[in-house]
């Protein structure tokens, strides 16, 4: 079993920045890949930006250029840095990551975090 505590997120003006972090834990894991889902009132969750294991990112199209995910691979830890945020960038934000344990895949959801950018 593998944990995700995320941390960061809050209110924002327009224009403004935020930062998630999360960090996995648990015993005896690999990290295939680590994400940052989001998810609006009303809509479906989306991938916002994810990380592989060889570091290799790709975001969606309408975060490219504001958002960056990095991550620290000994403390099993991924950040999301929003910039020049906007009011449609209000949504939940979830961590997301698939681990491999004895040569099996697992995925795991964090609780979620509110990020909202006021206008």
């Known amino acids: 079993q593998v944990q995700l505590v995320e941390s960061g997120g809050g209110l924002v003006q327009a224009g403004g920045s935020l930062g998630l972090s999360c960090a996995a834990s648990g015993r005896s894991f690999t990290i295939k890949v680590m994400a940052w889902y989001r998810q609006a009132p009303g809509k479906r969750r989306e991938l916002v930006a994810s990380i592989s294991g060889d570091g290799s990112t790709s975001y969606a199209d309408s975060v490219k250029g504001r958002f960056t995910i990095s991550r620290d691979s000994p403390k099993n830890t991924v950040y999301l840095q929003m910039d020049s945020l906007k009011p449609e960038d209000t949504a939940v934000y979830y961590c997301?990551?698939?681990?491999?344990?004895?040569?099996?895949?697992?995925?795991?959801w964090g609780q979620g975090t509110q990020v909202t950018v006021s206008s």
């Open positions: 997301y990551t698939v681990t491999i344990l004895n040569n099996r895949g697992y995925a795991y």
